[in-house]
């Protein structure tokens, strides 16, 4: 397994604005990945950061709206940028250390509301 | 049609029950079968993987996975107050490149004492 954790915990930001959200584990992994959970809602893949390259970004999902970094393979961060209500959600990181990455951990959460 | 699709429930039953939760899929590729539980305000915590058809049990917990007719299961035998939460499958197919995990709705298990 890993141990995971999320900065900020949650988090109400303003229409128009950016957040960026960290994730951090406690080993070197493989494989890091974001989803966003909406409200009542499954969890969806955003993007797989990928270490030392541009993330791999899902379909519906863009670099420019949801920029990602990932500097080494134990921290990743995502930007949810020019924030709308509609961006209102739960961003989770999650890590693997197989391939196929059927394993995953997941990180507690970001509960972001925009108002 | 989604490519997962999972009763979301509310379920509620007694403490001491047989629970049964089930997903079906569409997509003949996924190889993976995971089943994750989330409690409320936590990240979901994986609670079993099976490859391909067949049994896996782990304690109170058994996965069923029959892919001639594209159907997954997980039992809870005994169900605790501490089961209560929900619990989300997952899949994935046997990419080279890491695929990705496709996630059911989720359905929502209450046990109640």
């Known amino acids: 397994s890993a141990v995971i954790s999320q900065k900020p915990s949650r988090d109400i930001c303003q229409r128009g604005t950016s957040l960026t959200i960290q994730c951090q584990v406690d080993s070197q992994v493989t494989m890091m990945f974001w989803y966003r959970q909406q409200p009542g809602q499954s969890l969806t893949l955003i993007a797989t950061?990928?270490?030392?390259?541009?993330?791999?970004?899902e379909s519906g999902f863009v670099i420019d709206k949801f920029p990602i970094s990932r500097p080494n393979l134990t921290f990743s961060t995502l930007t949810v940028s020019n924030m709308s209500p509609e961006d209102s959600s739960i961003y989770l990181c999650?890590?693997?250390?197989?391939?196929?990455?059927?394993?995953?951990?997941f990180g507690p959460g970001t509960r972001l509301t925009v108002t | 049609q989604k490519e997962v699709e999972q009763d979301p429930g509310p379920l509620s039953v007694p403490e001491g029950a047989i629970v049964s939760l089930n997903c079906t899929y569409s997509?003949?590729?996924?190889?993976?079968f995971m089943w994750y539980r989330q409690y409320s305000r936590k990240g979901p915590e994986l609670l079993m993987y099976t490859y391909s058809s067949g049994n896996k049990e782990d304690g109170r917990f058994t996965a069923q996975v029959d892919k001639s007719s594209k159907y997954i299961s997980l039992f809870i035998r005994d169900s605790q107050p501490s089961d209560s939460a929900t619990y989300l499958c997952?899949?994935?197919?046997?990419?080279?490149?890491?695929?990705?995990?496709?996630f059911g709705q989720g359905t929502e298990l209450s046990v109640k004492p």
């Open positions: 997509n003949s590729a996924f190889q993976y």
């Open positions: 997952a899949m994935e197919a046997n990419y080279n490149q890491g695929g990705k995990l496709i």
């Open positions: 950061a990928n270490q030392g390259s541009e993330a791999t970004y």
């Open positions: 999650s890590v693997s250390r197989t391939a196929p990455a059927y394993e995953q951990y």
